[in-house]
Nanobody, 127 residues
Framework: QLQLAVSGGGSAQPGGSLRASCAVSGFTLDHYAIGWVRQAPGKEREGVSLVSGTDPAYFYADSVKGRFAISRDRAKNTVSLQMNSLKPEDTATYYC????????????????????WGQGIQVTVSS
């Protein structure tokens, strides 16, 4: 059974940093891509970052490129999202998601089918 356990997030001031982690169980990182999706009130869901499975490739939406960094630890079976230079518009609920196929565009990534979702964590950026 695919399970994703998410931790981290919280509150930060503009320009600050936060980190979110996703611990996966029931599968290995080689078999699924793991992505981060955020949802802000009144806004569409946005796939902000993703790391693919075997021979990993990394994707970032233009909105977070240069500020966010996704990484994975195969030994610990975890994927993390380091969020730097945070902006108020980064405020959202963030989800860790496992997928096997997806589409990328400068505006974000998305999938027709999401294999597993972790629980959402809140990221709030305000002064």
């Amino acid at each position: 059974q695919l399970q994703l356990a998410v931790s981290g997030g919280g509150s930060a001031q503009p320009g600050g940093s936060l980190r979110a982690s996703c611990a996966v169980s029931g599968f290995t990182l080689d078999h699924y891509a793991i992505g981060w999706v955020r949802q802000a009130p009144g806004k569409e869901r946005e796939g902000v970052s993703l790391v693919s499975g075997t021979d990993p490739a990394y994707f970032y939406a233009d909105s977070v490129k240069g500020r966010f960094a996704i990484s994975r630890d195969r030994a610990k079976n975890t994927v993390s999202l380091q969020m730097n230079s945070l902006k108020p518009e980064d405020t959202a609920t963030y989800y860790c998601v496992a997928v096997r196929s997806w589409t990328e565009s400068p505006g974000g990534w998305w999938a027709d089918e999401y294999d597993s979702w972790g629980q959402g964590i809140q990221v709030t950026v305000s002064s």
